[in-house]
């Protein structure tokens, strides 16, 4: 027989993780500086991988020069309008997909056969409907957005709560006041959350659309760096994409935190 | 103030695929009268009650309504939920509204909610999220939002039971007030049999599955005079604990038979 005395241990505290933003950036910071330490010391060949001085030197180079703007706005606006056009008609079959049983089975199995198809490899065949200009770029983007837009609006449909729907009926509210002010809100955190996925599948076709068949965009840019073995432009390239990524995912951190404030 | 709906319930039996819960029930609750449903569990109050408001289409029979509908009703049959069923997005005067804002003008919707908001004692609370809100305020809103259409008759489904039994008897004495002052005809779903005498006209006991009229007990003595403590009402209670005590007890077993 064994015996306690004194104070009873605490147990209890944990498994609830935080943000700590100065942690990401310490991170990021601590990655670079150890980037740079280590060609500058020789043990990184700079041939095959610059360090992050020059990368930083030919990003300043290319927004004095204005070579930047020129290849990034062409990318934002394809990146904007492919985006949009993906999800309005995304959110479209998924709030039909989530509403109404006639169109359930049947969107299903469109989303079903055709979402595993690597889009990439269907760049070729919108180059050859919609011709080498914007069209396909464009129906890249589009086509990759839409699919997982779909599914994650019609997931959100489900996952409303039965019991708010009864409420809105048993008040008689009609089905269209039903869906503005009941499913659509509920089905709201979902629909953003496939935003994040949305945002990155739209940034990786937009690069490879790119660099099949465009003269400008930051995806012909770092192609054609590549070619050149230009590897300073190259990453420069890349950390311009990074960066665009972090923008966006900031930019849908904000819309969350606007319209899903009741959570906090 | 109206005099209410009279719901003729007319033969109605139920069942869910094949397991019958209801069957037979033939009831008639009275303009601006407090309808009280009490049985064991699984007897099927709430279906019942669900068939009452038409939110459910019974097997068998079919339930009427009749009387005088006051122009200023926008629902005449309104449900207030056991969950509180708020939308978490909307706040406290958002959930109020929004039975109130396609069918009113936007001043006569703020006035309507302001009305309701003070009636229930929320009025500080207008701009709070539900999330900030305890048990009981939650079902205060929910009250607050049934008020707000001027119902011709309330239907509650155990809307005391997911609080804890302070929060109860103080929103208890709330319901009674605001079911008097509405005068509205009431069905209350309830398996809590003191609730049932402090409110209930009428007591409907109904046996265990397939839940059928066993019993109703009619109590004339007005809602504001009564009390938690007066002997009648407490002999009433234990009363009807003799009708459905056994009935309870082998509702409780088959209950675990089935979730075994």
Redesign the interface.
Known sequence: MSRLDGPVPFRGGGFAPRDRAWAAVATLVGIVLLWQAGASAGLIPTLFLPAPISIARALWSLTVSGELWKNLSVSLMRLAVGWILGTVFGIALGLAVGLWSVMRSPGMAIVSALFPIPKIALVPLFIIWFGIGEGSKLATLAFGVFFPTVIATAGGVDNVPRGLIRMGQSFGLSHAAIIRKIVLPAALPAILSGFRVTVSIAIVLLVAAEMIGAERGIGAFVLSAGNLYDTDNLLAGIVVLSVLGLVVSWMIGRLERIFLKWRA | MTDGLRLTVDGVGHAYGGLQVLRGISLTAEPGQVMVLVGPSGCGKSTLLGIM?G?LAPSEGMVRCAGDVPADC??P???V?Q?F?L????TVAGNVA??L??RLTRTDCSARVAEVLALTGLTDFAKA?P?QLSGGMRQRVGIA?ALA?HPACLLLDEPLSALDAQTRDLLLDEFSTLITQAGTTTIYVTHNLAEAVRLGHQIVVLSRRPGEVRDILRVDRPLAERTAADPDLVALEQRLWRMIRDDAAVAERERIDVEA
Do not use: A, H, Q
């Open positions: 408001g939110m926008l629902n049959l309104t449900y939920f969950d069923s939308l978490p997005w909307r929004l039975v804002e396609d999220w999330r939002r259409v």
